[in-house]
């Protein structure tokens, strides 16, 4: 298993940014912690119940982003426009449907993934099949049931 991976500048400083957000928060769950228990009993006590599961994910999430901020390896996003990498806008059109509308797909780290925003992990079917393509190839992804054709369009 690879220990390293790669992220662009901007995840690794949203990751950054996570983290000293979720430290400043640790600091509010064990205040709220101390004031539950001192409504008394804790076998019955929301509010202590609920801020201790706060405070194990918040933990959680903190130990999960460091180990990710010390393997991240930063990559140039701006490189080469003329090939799609890590990093790059890609506007992309589904062939032979009509019904789809060009998209632009950003190719990120699985770190930085977020395919409602557009940003798609270069590890994902359609990442990987995007991948070393220049302006004018298709791109195929497979799944399970057919092969989705994509143009691309524009590297941005």
């Not at 589904?94 to 797909?105: D, G, L, M, Y």
């Not at 359609?126 to 143009?151: F, M, S």
């Amino acid at each position: 298993m690879n220990n390293k991976y790669e992220i662009t500048q901007t995840g690794l400083d949203e990751l950054k940014k996570e983290l000293a957000e979720l430290k400043k928060e640790r600091a509010e769950v064990i205040e709220t912690i101390k004031v539950a228990k001192s409504f008394g009993d804790l076998s019955e006590n929301a509010e202590y119940s609920t801020a201790r599961e706060r405070q194990t994910f918040v933990e959680s999430r903190i130990l999960d982003l460091e180990d990710k901020i010390k393997k991240a390896i930063l990559v140039d996003a701006n490189h080469n426009k003329n090939i799609v990498g890590l990093g790059s806008k890609v506007e992309i059109i589904q062939v032979n449907n009509s019904s789809h509308a060009a998209k632009i797909v950003e190719l990120v780290s699985s770190a930085e993934s977020d395919p409602l925003a557009g940003k798609i992990s270069q590890d994902s079917p359609l990442g990987i099949a995007l991948l070393n393509h220049i302006v004018g190839d298709e791109a195929v992804v497979k799944t399970p049931q057919k092969e989705i054709h994509y143009k691309i369009k524009k590297i941005l």
